[in-house]
């Protein structure tokens, strides 16, 4: 059981959380909480113990060695960190973990109660994955809810899908279990690009976190990174004919399959955020 240190109730908190591995091409996903963790300077309250969880020999801890002395061992593991920031109105609690190599209920049901004993109001998990998705365009984000009415209020298109998931998916099943709103967002990251950094998903991501929360969050350099890594893009298929064919037939499939109202939809949403960041003028990052 996670062994939570925070000293004080949480205001309203809602959980953002994002786990590497499978669930994250690109490290899109766990490129939010990093930044987030980051901006906000967050504080651990709480870590899984990682003997039950993972495999060391397949996710191996890491060796810090600074001019032949041993500095620190760092044990794969997951984390919870709080963070409260101004303006918010309520505090957010942060994960950053790893996708476990075993016993994936129990440490689902690990979370979950920790969730439950901070007192969470919402679960947003983040995750990304490969498509045939041109870096051209928009990136396409994907959102499934815990339940019908949650997807009505949030405007959450219903999604299809049935086929293999990853940690992301059973701790959605077992937040909804619990009765804890729950909401997956997932980026599809342009599969030639696959490389990490990638800052333009990471962006989508944190935009769809924005629009389910409702609230204003700092972007920070991310918009320029993600202007910078598309502009690299291009560059390097403009260096090879076949890419530059291949990415040009995606956007011309995109742009096939993307309806009128959809443009629509996607003003109104960006409308909605300028209204947000009108309400906290002059906050850094914003």
Request: glycine content about 8%; aromatic content about 6%; proline content about 7%.
């Amino acid at each position: 059981m996670i062994e939570l240190n925070g000293d004080r109730a949480l205001s309203s908190p809602a959980v953002i959380a994002a786990f590497e591995g499978w669930n994250d091409a690109g490290e899109a996903a766990s490129g939010v909480v990093d930044h987030l963790g980051l901006t906000w300077d967050a504080t651990q309250i709480g870590a899984i113990d990682p003997e039950d969880y993972y495999d060391f020999q397949v996710t191996r801890p890491v060796m810090e060695v600074s001019e032949g002395r041993t500095e620190r061992l760092v044990w794969p593991t997951t984390r919870l960190s709080v963070a409260s920031p101004e303006g918010l109105g309520r505090d957010i609690v942060l994960v950053h973990g790893i996708e476990p190599n075993m016993r994936w209920r129990g440490f689902s049901d690990e979370l979950v109660q920790s969730f439950t004993d901070l007192g969470a109001q919402t679960v947003v998990l983040l995750g990304a994955l490969l498509a045939d998705s041109p870096h051209t365009r928009p990136v396409p984000v994907a959102a499934a809810a815990s339940d019908p009415a949650l997807a009505s209020e949030l405007h959450v298109e219903p999604v299809e899908y049935k086929g293999p998931t990853g940690i992301v998916g059973v701790l959605q099943h077992a937040c909804a279990q619990a009765g804890i709103a729950t909401v997956s967002l997932w980026a599809s990251v342009p599969h030639y690009v696959a490389q990490p950094p990638s800052p333009k998903a990471t962006l989508a991501l944190l935009r769809g976190v924005e629009d389910v929360l409702d609230v204003s969050l700092p972007l920070g350099d991310l918009s320029q990174e993600a202007r910078a890594w598309e502009h690299g893009v291009d560059e390097l298929a403009e260096q090879d004919t076949e890419v530059a064919d291949y990415v040009r037939t995606l956007e011309e499939a995109k742009d096939a399959t993307d309806l009128p109202e959809a443009s629509g939809d996607a003003i109104a949403r960006e409308f909605e955020r300028y209204l947000r960041r009108r309400r906290h003028p002059g906050e850094p990052g914003r």
